[in-house]
């Protein structure tokens, strides 16, 4: 067979037929443009690769020329697709016409979530969890989440009377905010175990394994990427397999007992309060309250898909928040310190209230200062058109049905009049001046989308980093190895690329 293979390679009659095929399905990808007024196709020198290499080795450099030339909307030729960028003034439109752009089929070409989850409603039971019990009982669950925090970083950073050095301060900061994470998720009862904190810090690493494969099939077409990408999941393997059987090996007895108990004390019985309590007040999840006929492997899909949603935003979030706070230490650090020595007084070094942590205004802006620098990518949050043929934008150009837009986060970002002086410097107080809190949804930062989408957990994802910081703030004097943190951030196509530099912990000299 492998030498058949072989000789058919070294056929030239094969290999002009190969290319022949190429160019034709090249050329069929372009030729439908002339239907629509599509937006302007940036030109590009190279046919078939397009724009691709220079996507992935200067994304920065090619979305900002394209801007200038093409203005607000234009279209890219990469890995063989046509993907349509849109601008500042166009953006609102796609995290808003609901109707028209959907980013679960955009993410759906990136990552298979819909063959990951075995059970098609796990958006659905995630999301009103996420909204009705993350979201809307965050003022009861702020002393929890302090508690575990605390807890967290004298586990993993400890008392540091001489200086301690992190080599893995990324590694270490997702394991400290998996403890309360995983407190809120799964319950006081088993969070705690070591194989449950180790999936609630791997599980998104695991999925993401599946982006590492380039799409060199989508030069032909976008479903031939997708069937090879997905050839493991349909014959059996999962990257979250190994990570559902350990949840479930742990909520099963806690299950068992949280329904033995409801049945036996009746209205007495107190119900915990944490996400896997939300889903067993389901009936569909727990009829009769039955603990042999409990569905285990749906509460463990929605569970996964917690993980996913919380643990790399809140973790990346909050290390690269303490990286840029130790970047520019001698700007900020003690300004902030003394404002979470401030508050720390005013409540007599008590348990943080939701309101406290409001107060924490000149944190709050760092945090979202940090947050608009990190979570950017050049390009990204990928909505396919839904809509039955195509959809017309305000500014009069037309994209077709199952077209990709990406939003230009470079151009919301890089805007002056969106942003304020300087908008490619980081200046800490900017939301300050702006009276302009983290959570809040404006068109001039999308770290959180934007729309009736937008996520619905960013309320507890930025008061857990700002507890975090504040609890640092209070506790230690953080530096660097002796090495840099480079100033610049370097990118891998649209997408940053996360730093890790050592940091050195030791405890404050001043007493609080």
């Known amino acids: 067979m492998k030498k058949l293979i072989e000789v058919l390679l070294d056929d030239i009659y094969i290999q002009s037929f190969i290319i022949g095929l190429f160019l034709a399905v090249f050329l069929s990808k372009l030729s439908g443009r002339t239907k629509l007024n599509e937006p302007p196709l940036v030109y590009y020198r190279f046919p078939i690769i397009g724009h691709t290499w220079s996507f992935l080795t200067d994304c920065n450099k090619l979305i900002l020329e394209s801007r200038e030339k093409y203005g607000d909307t234009f279209s890219l030729y990469v890995f063989g697709q046509i993907m349509t960028i849109v601008g500042k003034e166009t953006t609102h439109e796609v995290f808003n016409k609901d109707q028209d752009f959907s980013f679960t089929e955009g993410l759906k070409t990136q990552i298979p979530n819909h063959l990951i989850y075995r059970h098609a409603n796990v958006a659905e039971k995630h999301g009103k969890i996420v909204r009705e019990f993350v979201a809307g009982k965050l003022t009861h669950l702020i002393s929890r989440i302090q508690k575990k925090t605390i807890k967290a970083i004298d586990l993993y950073i400890g008392e540091c009377v001489e200086p301690k050095v992190i080599h893995d301060p990324r590694n270490t900061l997702a394991d400290i905010i998996a403890i309360p994470t995983a407190n809120i998720i799964v319950g006081e009862e088993c969070y705690n175990n070591e194989d449950i904190l180790e999936t609630f810090n791997t599980l998104t690493s695991s999925i993401l394994k599946l982006l590492r494969i380039p799409p060199i099939l989508s030069f032909i077409h976008p479903w031939l990427h997708e069937q090879f990408i997905t050839i493991p999941l349909r014959f059996g393997w999962n990257p979250i397999s190994n990570h559902k059987k350990v949840i479930i090996n742990r909520i099963k007895p806690v299950i068992e007992k949280r329904l033995c108990d409801k049945k036996r004390l009746g209205d007495a019985w107190v119900a915990p309060l944490d996400a896997l309590q939300c889903q067993l007040n389901d009936p569909e999840i727990t009829p009769d309250l039955d603990p042999n006929n409990v569905n285990y492997d749906n509460i463990a899909d929605v569970i996964c898909r917690f993980i996913f949603s919380s643990m790399s935003s809140t973790s990346n979030g909050a ?194």
């Not at 300087?422 to 930062?445: D, G, I, M």
């Not at 009736?452 to 504040?470: D, E, M, S, T, Y």
């Not at 840099?484 to 609080?512: A, Q």
């Open 319 to 512: 290390i690269s928040a303490l990286y840029d706070l130790v970047k520019r230490k001698q700007h900020f650090w003690q300004e902030l310190y003394q404002e979470a020595q401030e508050i720390n007084k005013q409540c007599n070094g008590n348990e943080l209230t939701i309101d406290d942590i409001a107060r924490m205004i000149k944190l709050d802006s760092f945090v979202k200062e940090s947050l608009r620098f990190f979570f950017s990518p050049i390009v990204g949050m990928p909505h396919k058109c839904i809509s039955k043929s195509c959809y017309t934008f305000a500014n009069g150009y037309q994209i077709p049905s199952g077209r990709i837009a990406y939003i230009n986060l470079c151009d919301t970002n890089n805007d002056e009049e969106l942003q304020g002086q300087n908008p490619t410097e980081f200046r800490a107080y900017r939301h300050l001046e702006r009276n302009s809190y983290a959570t809040k949804l404006e068109r001039n930062f999308l770290a959180f989308g934007g729309g009736k989408h937008a996520c619905p957990g960013r309320n507890f994802a930025v008061n857990q980093i700002k507890i975090f910081l504040h609890k640092i703030l209070l506790k230690y004097d953080v530096r660097t190895n002796n090495e840099e943190i480079e100033p610049k951030r370097r990118y891998f196509g649209p997408f940053p690329l996360l730093v890790n530099v050592d940091l050195v912990f030791e405890n404050r000299k001043e007493i609080v």
